[in-house]
Every structure is written in structure tokens, then in C-alpha cells.
């Protein structure tokens, strides 16, 4: 009965005061949960940022560890073929007094053959014949196999024709000749109460045709009348014969006089001053070895042919004239460039301070260094980056076109020999001296005997090993480029 017109008002604005205390919370509540979701994706953001700084640390410390890995991997590895030589030098050296030895002992028996009489060799015999009292004879005599020379005799008349005999030979008869005469006194032997001494024109021309043509022993046996065995020792024995007599006479690194007339031709080749040399690596097949059998397997020559290949590797700088004057021969196929590079003669003449002011000229999967000059390998060329390695490229071709015609010319280069693996090097050295004498003498090469090289080049683990030849090489390309040498002059 109290219930009066300002009663009725003041409910109605308490309940319209708690409906806005309730509209209140929610809203104060929702202010607190957002600003909680914002403070995790804070958190979260931030936890990411060290996951991910994290991460990156562990894959930096991956990646020095990998390379220490691989450094300590190639040190070991250039260790173990430096072992790998030691013992084919030990295992040569071996052999070759054994060979002293065994011929040391063979002319033991000849000289007591002799001094006891021919009848050790030739007796007669009397024997009875049955019922007739009569008596007859025959003689026991030494029993070599008859085999004909008949091919030889033909080759070596002097109205066999010339051109028929640089065939077979690979050079004029005047060359051979020559040959001859210069290794006379190295590998003459004297006749023997047993056998008459091969003739050294004989032992030359074994040694030549086997390597020209690469055919197996069997082969050159029947060419020349002589045992299989005799005819792989007459090609070990000339061969040593020509490295030691006449490689330090046809395969030396030239005088200065020589090396200023070679900068005078490359220069008038290229435009580029003071090349003293093309440089070029080629692979060489062998049968499988017993020992280390993975450092010479060629992974690439394998992958391209589909067929499990095994090499040896030969560098070779050449003059503008194609003529080998250093040559780095026998280390193993799955070997880089420029670990053969860094093993040979060369390298450690540079070392010494002898290749300062001159350039020597290689492709990309040598180094740049201050006496390598190679070209430019990154993906995109300027114009003068580009005609720069258009003219670098000439002188390549001066050096690949060197070794194209040495295989070519010697066969026996692109086949797997029957020669031993420590035997091998002194082969390749002497057709490398036989290459310059042919060379030298203007020996033209039959076109059917050209051959395509296929030796990849593979990109050093690194590629600029030095500034000032980095800067030298820029200032080379400027140079071609703005005095119109390399042939863009009309830019």
C-alpha cells in the first residue's frame, strides 16, 4: 500500500543501475583476454625468433664442421697418394734390380756355355739302328720357333714408300732415322754365342708401332717375328731409352730467349700479353689396379659411358706450336685439376719465384692464381668479361688441339695397355718427346687419325685464390675491350 509514484520510480532506476553494472563485466573481462592473446603471440614471435636464431647457429657450426671435415679429408687423401707413389717408386726400383740381377745371371750361363763348348748345345749322338749293325746320327740342337719377319723386312727395304711408312709409324723415314741414331748407344746390344742381337732399327720400330697403334703384344709379335715377352721388353726398354736421352734434350721448359719469341706469338694469337703456355689435363685409361682402386676410378667417365672406367692423369703445358714443354704425368683419375696443379713440377716452380711477370693459361677448372690465368665463370658476363674469354679461349684451343693430336698420333693412349701401372708414366712421357719431335719436324697428321677429346672440367673449391691476379685479369679484359683487340670494337 506504500507503493507511491516516486517508489515506483526509484525500482525502476535500480534495476536500470544493475542492468548497466551488468553490461560491465563482460566488457572488462574481454578487455583482459585480449590483451592475454596479444601477449602470446608476443611470446610465441619471440620463441620462434630464437628457435629460428637457434637453428641457424646449429646449421653454421654443421657447416664448419663439415668443412674442417673436408679439409682434414683431402689432406689425408693427397697424404695417401703421396704414399701410393712412394711405393710404385719403391716397387719400380725393386724391379728394376731384379732385371739386373736376372740379366746379370743370364750372362753367367752364356759365358760358362761357351767356355764348356758348342757341344753343350749341339751333341751328336750315335744310336743303333735294329738288326743292320749300322750306325747313324742326328744333332740335338737349341729350339727357337720359327717366325717370319717378312712384314718387317718389307718396312724397313728402302724402296718401301714413304708415305706408307709414316703410316705405320707415325713419322718420315728421315725422323725414324734420326731416332734411331740419337738412341744407338742406349739400347744396342752384341751378339751372343747363343743368338744374334735384335737390331736396334728393329727395337725402335717395335717400340713405335706398339704405341702408335695400340694393338695388343700377340699382335706386334707376329708383325715383327718376335716373342710376345721380348716385344713388351723391347717397348719398356726403348721407352726408358727415350726419356732418359731425349727428353732433356726435346721436352724442357724453354730460355728466356725461347719464352719471349713464344709471348711475341700468343700475344699476335689472343691480343693477351706475356703467355708463356696453354695448359690442359686429359685422362688416360688403365685396367683396374690391385691397390687403391677407388682414387683412379673415374666417376665421370663412368657416368657417360655407362661403363666402370679407371685412369691415370697427364698435364701438359704446350707453346703456341702445340710442343709440350712441362708435362705432370700419373697421378690418379678421380684427382682434380687443380690437386694435379698443386702436385706438380710446375707448381712448385712458381713457388720458387720462376713464373713472376708471365702467364700461364688454363681452363675454368683451374684457379686463378698470379701465373694461372683462367676465364670467367660466373652466369652472367659483361661485354668485356665475354670477349675476354673469347680471346682466352684461342689459347685454349692451342692446348686441347695438342693433346687431340697426341692421342690421335699414339693410340695406344686412348686403350687400356698391357702395361703395368708403375711402368706407365715412363710410356706416356716418351710419347709425349716422341709428340715433339714430331711436331718440331713439321709431321703432319693423317685427318683419319684426329680424335675428340672428353675430359670434363669440374670448377675448383676455390675459384679466386688471389686480389692482385683477380685485378690483373680485369685490367687484361678492359684493355682488349677499349683498344678494339677483341674484336668488339664497334661497341
Known amino acids: 500500500m506504500n507503493d507511491s509514484p516516486n517508489g515506483n520510480a526509484r525500482k525502476m532506476n535500480g534495476r536500470d543501475e544493475a542492468d548497466e553494472d551488468d553490461d560491465s563485466v563482460p566488457k572488462n573481462g574481454g578487455g583482459k583476454d585480449f590483451k592475454g592473446l596479444v601477449t602470446s603471440l608476443l611470446l610465441l614471435d619471440e620463441q620462434e625468433r630464437c628457435d629460428q636464431e637457434e ?90 720357333k720359327d717366325r717370319s719377319k717378312a712384314w718387317w723386312d718389307e718396312c724397313n727395304s728402302p724402296d718401301y714408300p714413304d708415305e706408307e711408312f709414316k703410316k705405320q709409324f707415325r713419322m718420315r723415314r728421315a725422323t ?23 737390331p736396334v732399327r728393329q727395337r725402335v720400330a717395335v717400340c713405335l708401332w706398339r ?18 715377352s721380348t716385344c713388351h721388353k723391347l717397348v719398356l726398354e726403348v721407352c726408358t731409352a727415350i726419356r732418359t736421352v731425349l727428353m732433356p734434350k726435346y721436352l724442357q721448359w724453354p730460355e728466356e730467349e ?26 688416360i685409361p688403365i685396367i683396374a689396379p690391385k691397390i687403391s682402386v677407388a682414387a683412379y676410378f673415374n666417376k665421370r667417365h663412368t657416368e657417360r659411358n655407362q661403363k666402370t672406367s679407371y685412369s691415370i692423369t697427364v698435364q701438359g703445358v704446350v707453346d703456341p706450336r702445340g710442343v709440350f714443354t712441362d708435362v705432370c704425368i700419373g697421378w690418379p683419375g678421380s684427382m682434380p685439376d687443380e690437386q694435379v696443379l698443386e702436385k706438380s713440377a710446375l707448381f712448385q716452380r712458381a713457388n720458387g719465384g720462376l713464373m713472376k711477370g708471365v702467364w700461364v693459361v688454363g681452363g675454368s677448372s683451374y684457379p686463378l692464381l698470379d701465373w694461372v690465368l683462367v676465364p670467367y ?35 695406344c693412349l686412348q ?36 680424335t675428340e ?14 686480389v692482385s691476379s683477380m685485378k690483373a685479369r680485369d685490367a687484361i679484359a678492359h684493355n682488349l675491350l677499349h683498344h678494339g683487340l677483341a674484336g668488339t670494337s664497334f661497341l
Open 55 to 144: 637453428r641457424d647457429r646449429a646449421s653454421m657450426e654443421a657447416n664448419i664442421s663439415m668443412e674442417v671435415n673436408h679439409r682434414k679429408k683431402t689432406k689425408a687423401m693427397l697424404h695417401f697418394y703421396s704414399e701410393v707413389q712412394d711405393y710404385y717408386s719403391e716397387v719400380e726400383q725393386s724391379d728394376r734390380i731384379n732385371r739386373k740381377k736376372s740379366r746379370l745371371a743370364a750372362n753367367s750361363v752364356a759365358v760358362a756355355a761357351a767356355s764348356d763348348g758348342l757341344e753343350k748345345i749341339e751333341i751328336e749322338k750315335s744310336t743303333k739302328r735294329g738288326g743292320d749293325g749300322g750306325s747313324g746320327g742326328h744333332h740335338r740342337r737349341l729350339w727357337v
Open 176 to 198: 725414324f732415322d734420326m731416332i734411331c741414331e740419337e738412341l744407338n748407344s742406349a739400347i744396342a746390344k752384341e751378339d751372343t754365342t747363343l743368338r744374334t742381337a735384335i
Open 211 to 228: 704405341l702408335a697403334t695400340g694393338d695388343p703384344l700377340r699382335v706386334v709379335s707376329k708383325k715383327f717375328g718376335l716373342g710376345i
Open 258 to 283: 725461347t719464352l719471349r719469341r713464344i709471348k711475341e706469338e700468343y700475344e699476335s694469337i689472343s691480343g693477351i700479353p706475356n703467355v708463356v703456355g696453354s695448359m690442359y689435363t686429359t685422362h
Open 377 to 411: 665463370t660466373q652466369q652472367h658476363f659483361t661485354w668485356t668479361q665475354h670477349a675476354f674469354n673469347e680471346k682466352i679461349g684461342e689459347i685454349q684451343k692451342v692446348g686441347k688441339q695438342a693433346f687431340a693430336r697426341l692421342k690421335g698420333r699414339w693410340r
Open 415 to 450: 686403350k687400356r695397355t698391357e702395361v703395368k701401372l708403375q711402368d706407365l708414366p715412363m710410356v706416356l712421357g716418351a710419347c709425349c718427346v716422341l709428340h715433339n719431335i714430331c711436331e718440331l719436324g713439321n709431321e703432319e697428321m693423317d685427318e683419319e687419325l684426329c
Open 453 to 466: 677429346l672428353q675430359d670434363d672440367e669440374v670448377a675448383p673449391e676455390v675459384g679466386l685464390r688471389s
